[in-house]
Structures are given as C-alpha cells and as structure tokens.
Antibody, heavy 122, light 114 residues
Framework: QVHLVESGGGVVQPGGSLRLSCAAS????????MYWVRQAPGKGLEWVAF????????YYGDSVKGRFTISRDNSRNTLYLQMNSLRAEDTAVYYC???????????????WGQGTLVTVSS | DIVMTQSPDSLAVSLGERATINCKSS????????????LHWYQQKPGQPPKLLIS???TRESGVPDRFSGSGSGTDFTLTISSLQAEDVAVYYC??????????FGQGTKVEIK
C-alpha cells in the first residue's frame, strides 16, 4: 500500500535552513503530483507547496514563496522541501501528501505521511 | 484565493446522535464541464495525519463507514455523521481543489462527545 515517510525535521535558529525529505513507496511515484502541507501547533492545515508528477511546474503558498523550494527525484521515489530563511512562524509539523489521481492537478490528497516537526527558535 | 469557512468551530454530540458540519466557499466549486464539485473532507484524530474521508463533495473513500456522508453543491456543503461513535472524535476539515493553486482548507471543526 501507499507509504510516505518524512524526515529531516528538527530545531533550527531563525534565518537558518533545513531540508525535508519524503520517501515514497507502494505506488508509481513518478505518476503523481505531490504536496507539502503544514500544521502549526494547535492550528489548522496550510498547503505549502506542490510539484507536478513530471517536475515541469511547482507552486507555493504566499507565506513561503521565495524561501522554500519543492523538488523531487523520481528515480529515488523521494520528495524534498528545501526551507531557507526560516522564521518562528514556520514552526509546524510538515506533512507530505499525494494527489489522489495520476497526472491530475485539481485533486484531493489521498495519502499522507506521519509528518516531521520543524521548530524555529533561538 | 478561495476562502473556506466552516461552522461551527466545535460541536458536542451525544453518542448515536447526528453531527452536522457546514462548509462555505467564497466562490463556486462546481466545474460545469463535468458537474463535479471540487470539495473534499478530511478527518484528523489527535496525533495523526489527516485522512481523506469524502472527495468531490459526496464520494466516500474506500473503507469509510457509511455513517459519514457529504452533500451540497456550488458554495455550500455539509458533512454529516449520522450516528456518532466514540472513534469519530476528531477535527474535520473541508478543502477545495477547484481554483488551484492555492489549495485551501477550512479552519476545522472539532467534534466531541457530549
């Protein structure tokens, strides 16, 4: 079955950088759009970034645009999120998620990892 | 951006009773070419990631109990739990995938046992 495992979270100082990874298995990774979604402590869900299955396009939420970069390695079945210039308000659990349908854009997220916690604090 | 607004923010329902959660979008989520509403519902239990419950407003995901149902069209949607069970205690989110990016979520509705 579909399995998504995030890693790379931790404590980082404001202004620092961190790279998250999401290892995917149980499906044909290269055929699916992938997402990062975050959840600040005690708060709701916020979409962060999306990358198409074919890597041709990526999109970002306004709060992270210009600071975060989503990428993927289809040969390694792995999704990444490079986070630079981190701020206290970036503190959250970061989830990777899969789009429900192959090669489709306007779909729900049908599989989620367990998440990795990023804490931005001095 | 499409704004998603859920009501209420929380509700307490007795076991076996009905729970109803509303979700309103700032613009229509109905795609006329295929007559699908691009509105989805998620359940998030404490300490767990969200789980997709219902897609395209009314299609239950595989394995989701039939006490969960979704309805609505255009800008107004409802998630109904027909007979609340203890394991349904969770926060429920609606989400739109019509005019994306961005993919936007409602603020969440916390369901508790009365």
């Amino acid at each position: 079955q579909v399995h998504l495992v995030e890693s790379g979270g931790g404590v980082v100082q404001p202004g620092g950088s961190l790279r998250l990874s999401c290892a995917a298995s149980g499906f044909t990774f290269k055929n699916y759009g992938m997402y990062w979604v975050r959840q600040a402590p005690g708060k709701g869900l916020e979409w962060v970034a999306f990358i198409r299955y074919d890597v041709n396009n990526d999109y970002y939420g306004d709060s992270v645009k210009g600071r975060f970069t989503i990428s993927r390695d289809n040969s390694r079945n792995t999704l990444y999120l490079q986070m630079n210039s981190l701020r206290a308000e970036d503190t959250a659990v970061y989830y990777c998620a899969r789009g429900k349908l192959e090669k489709q854009l306007w779909v729900p997220f049908d599989s989620w990892g367990q998440g990795t916690l990023v804490t931005v604090s001095s | 951006d499409i704004v998603m607004t859920q009501s209420p923010d929380s509700l307490a329902v007795s076991l076996g009773e009905r729970a109803t959660i509303n979700c309103k979008s700032s613009q229509s989520l109905l795609y006329s070419s295929n007559n699908h509403n691009y509105l989805h519902w998620y359940q998030q239990k404490p300490g767990q990631p969200p789980k997709l419950l219902i897609s395209w407003a009314s299609t239950r995901e595989s394995g989701v109990p039939d006490r969960f149902s979704g309805s609505g069209s255009g800008t107004d949607f409802t998630l109904t739990i027909s007979s609340l069970q203890a394991e349904d205690v969770a926060v429920y989110y609606c989400q739109q995938s019509y005019n994306t990016p961005p993919w936007t979520f409602g603020q969440g509705t916390k369901v508790e046992i009365k």
